[in-house]
């Protein structure tokens, strides 16, 4: 699978669970003393555990879904969809960064969008 069509499965699963759900809670009331961006690749499904105690702790992830897309499309696809659920359920904002990485953030960060034309969908690239 090309970096290309790697870069749109991810994007169209973002822009399909954003449309379809909406923030119900806010894990994090306040701001941590100490927060992190970090760079995470997603290597098994397993690690999907691991980025949303990142996030849930008020850590920012930068995490590189090639890893796993060389072994599985079908368990990235997975992988992105549980983490978009896990992200709106949170309040916290994901986008695409790049064709091969999506960005995470806890609720009290948001990711600024380029506008783009007309029927694209914003990404944070």
Do not use: H
């Not at 970096?3 to 923030?23: D, F, H, Q, W, Y």
């Not at 003393?33 to 098994?44: G, T």
């Not at 992200?87 to 091969?100: N, S």
């Amino acid at each position: 699978m090309t970096n290309v069509s790697l870069g749109s499965t991810i994007e169209r699963i973002i822009s399909k669970i954003k449309r379809a759900k909406k923030p119900t809670s806010d894990v994090l009331s306040t701001i941590p003393d100490k927060v992190y961006l970090k760079a995470i690749p997603l290597k098994v499904l397993d690690d999907v555990d691991v980025i949303k105690r990142e996030v849930k702790s008020g850590n920012i992830l930068i995490v590189k879904v090639s890893p796993l897309a060389k072994k599985s499309i079908d368990d990235v696809k997975r992988a992105v969809s549980e983490l978009c659920e896990f992200t709106e359920l949170i309040g916290g904002d994901i986008a695409r960064l790049g064709e091969e990485r999506v960005v995470i953030t806890p609720a009290f960060v948001k990711i600024w969008r380029e506008r783009t034309s007309e029927g694209e969908t914003p990404t944070a690239a």
